[in-house]
């Protein structure tokens, strides 16, 4: 008996470790998180004042990673809209636009919503050159598509810019390409 309750023992002490290991994971931003972030947002908001997109972009994605909210978020979108980001801009916006639905945020939502739309005809104008794993092979193969190093779906709005785009699948030769996409969403 003294066997297995040594046993229990080290797996309730194995267990309680790791819930406090997966907490601190998804731990609430410190109070220094927070300031950190709220630096960062005013920062990034007088960078976009003054044009100065790029910089201001980071500062927001920096405050967004310390102390996710719904506002930076929607901050990050505009900053990407203006700086010619347009797939980021769209993808965020929905993302805005279904949190705020989620927070009963009505009036967010509703500006978040009416940003999407400008997007859609330059992403769709500017589809990526090749056909999905899916149209190429079935939606049953264990074929990979790759755009910039990430794993891709069917739809694949792309910003303006330069990208790598890759394609594997078992026991077939992996194939690579670059592609550059004007920032006009011309194809």
Wanted: net charge positive; with cysteine; glycine share 8%.
């Amino acid at each position: 008996m003294g066997m297995g309750m040594s046993s229990k023992l080290a797996r309730l002490a194995f267990v309680s470790g790791w819930l406090m290991f997966a907490s601190a994971l998804h731990a609430e931003p410190t109070a220094a998180d927070k300031a950190t972030a709220q630096a960062l947002f005013d920062h990034g908001k007088q960078l976009a004042a003054a044009g100065q997109l790029s910089e201001a972009c980071s500062k927001f994605e920096e405050s967004q990673r310390l102390d996710p909210g719904i506002g930076t978020q929607f901050h990050l979108a505009s900053c990407y809209e203006q700086a010619g980001r347009t797939a980021s801009a769209w993808t965020l916006f929905l993302e805005v636009a279904s949190g705020s639905h989620a927070q009963g945020q009505l009036e967010r939502e509703k500006v978040a919503e009416r940003a999407p739309p400008r997007f859609r005809p330059s992403c769709r104008s500017s589809p990526s050159p090749f056909r999905t794993p899916a149209e190429l092979l079935g939606s049953k193969s264990n074929a990979m598509a790759c755009r910039s190093g990430r794993p891709v779906g069917p739809l694949l709005p792309l910003d303006p810019g330069d990208h790598t785009v890759t394609a594997s699948a078992p026991r077939k030769q992996a194939w690579q390409t670059a592609i550059r996409l004007p920032p006009n969403g011309v194809r």
